[in-house]
């Protein structure tokens, strides 16, 4: 059964400029969730969805949205990228919304020159 | 507002001793303490979990232990191995919250040989 899948596995982008990430679940997975991962900041919950509907969302600016689609792939979305942006973002997938454990992807870096 | 903390960012064990990751947290709802374990370049992988109506649970080499008085748990490995030389998240999340899951900012385990 293959993983968690995030396209693409790196970017550079510049300030101003808006970024779309791809996460593709673990074939039957319907909950998706995106976390930022920055240096001393360890993980931070973005949002989750499930049933192409936005169950949750983090303390984050309205500049970070996302969406999931009908075969419960999941794409988000920061416009006007700010320095502070860099990080690792982390896809995650569940079979449902569940506090039990979750699969991740390996990441997409993302650079803010 | 950091609600679950790892105060040691780093951590050297020799190898066949013991390692003891720790790991605090502040909110009392949190009823579910998983650990994951993340290589460079990887996504984090689930290592074990419990429930806030058990103290202990045991898996093979790892045995977490959770102290809800003290709100702490704490991470266990016998014997430590090279090949256990890794970053360690500790993550925290309540019932009804779906895959919003807080993480610690990690300790990097080296276990040397």
């Known amino acids: 059964k293959a993983g968690v899948t995030q396209t693409p596995r790196y970017l550079i982008k510049t300030r101003g400029q808006q970024v779309t990430l791809s996460c593709s679940p673990i074939?039957?997975?319907?909950?998706v969730s995106w976390y930022q991962q920055t240096p001393g900041q360890g993980l931070q919950f973005l949002f989750e969805?499930?049933?192409?509907?936005?169950?949750n969302k983090g303390n984050f600016p309205g500049r970070f949205s996302g969406r999931q689609f009908s075969n419960s792939r999941s794409e988000m979305n920061v416009s006007t990228l700010e320095l502070g942006d860099s990080a690792l973002y982390l896809c995650?997938?569940?079979?449902?919304?569940?506090?039990?454990?979750?699969?991740f992807g390996s990441g997409t870096q993302l650079s803010v020159l | 507002d950091q609600q679950v903390k790892q105060n040691s960012p780093s951590l050297s064990v020799q190898e066949g001793r013991i390692s003891i990751l720790n790991c605090d947290y502040t909110?009392?709802?949190?009823?579910?303490f998983l650990w994951y374990k993340k290589y460079p370049a990887e996504g984090p992988t689930f290592l074990i979990s419990?429930?806030?109506?058990?103290d202990k649970n045991e898996d093979g080499r790892f045995t977490v232990f959770l102290n809800k008085s003290a709100k702490h748990l704490s991470l266990h490995i016998v014997p430590s191995q090279p090949g256990d030389s890794a970053v360690y998240f500790c993550?925290?999340?309540?019932?009804?919250?779906?895959?919003?899951?807080?993480f610690g900012t990690g300790t990097s385990l080296t276990v040397i040989p």
């Open positions: 995650a997938s569940s079979l449902v919304p569940s506090n039990e454990k979750l699969f």
């Open positions: 074939s039957g997975h319907r909950s």
């Open positions: 969805y499930f049933s192409e509907t936005q169950r």
């Open positions: 909110n009392s709802m949190f009823d579910y």
């Open positions: 419990i429930s806030s109506i058990k």
């Open positions: 993550a925290a999340s309540a019932r009804n919250t779906g895959n919003q899951f807080y």
